[in-house]
């Protein structure tokens, strides 16, 4: 079991881009978090979803933030038009029930 | 809104020392108390607390929570330098799965 796989690692995009993070949850687990994590700061949680359902979404910037985790193949998180301010790690998590989360290694988004 | 405070925010100590990681919380509805270890990549799980007054012990790590005056401890004996990291504090509700997490408390153990 290779764990919660997240690629890229590193994303370098210019401000009006698309970035798009993908997340492979662990074998067998239907439920996926995001959080981000500003510079010097704790995670901030954005989405909760299960298989092609978004559960919660409190935490999603209303605009050009995107998820999704279909049937079959990782969850995207889609950030549009890109701003310097996006700058963060984004982390996934996923688990078996809605408790007992196993995070991944993160990608580092840089806007430049 | 779901608020926890973790202190201090910063930590530096010899090896050998004892520390003392404090966490307070206010949430809606709490369901459990966890702790992680961020080393500069993911988050991993230290404990998850539900319970007042038990605590909980893995090595030179333990934790225990009081529900009543809402807060939790993280408590690390004879500390090492590989236990120089951030330690994050989250709180989970009953309803729906979200964490709310601290800012994280960066320990500094020097040899």
């Known amino acids: 079991n290779a764990g919660v796989m997240q690629n890229p690692r590193h994303l370098v995009r210019r401000r009006g881009q698309e970035a798009r993070l993908r997340c492979s949850p662990m074998k067998g687990h239907s439920h996926v978090y995001w959080y981000r994590q500003l510079p010097e700061e704790g995670l901030k949680f954005m989405v909760y979803?299960?298989?092609?359902?978004?559960?919660?979404e409190s935490g999603m910037p209303k605009e050009r933030f995107s998820a999704e985790f279909p049937k079959e193949g990782p969850s995207i998180l889609r950030i549009q038009q890109v701003v310097r301010g996006d700058s963060a790690a984004y982390f996934c998590?996923?688990?078996?029930?809605?408790?007992?989360?196993?995070f991944g290694s993160g990608t580092r988004l840089t806007v430049v | 809104e779901d608020k926890v405070v973790q202190s201090p925010l910063s930590l530096v100590v010899h090896e050998g020392d004892t520390v003392t990681l404090n966490c307070s919380y206010e949430v809606t509805n709490f369901r459990s108390l966890l702790w992680y270890k961020q080393e500069k990549k993911a988050p991993t799980f230290l404990f998850m607390l539900t319970s007042s007054g038990i605590e909980k012990k893995s090595g030179r790590l333990s934790s225990i929570l009081d529900k009543k005056e809402l807060f939790s401890i993280l408590n690390i004996t004879a500390t090492q330098t590989g236990d120089s990291a951030v330690y994050l504090c989250a709180v989970e509700r009953t309803s729906g799965s979200r964490l709310t997490f601290g800012e994280g408390t960066q320990l500094t153990v020097n040899p």
């Open positions: 979803l299960q298989k092609e359902n978004i559960i919660d």
């Open positions: 998590a996923s688990s078996l029930h809605p408790e007992g989360y196993t």
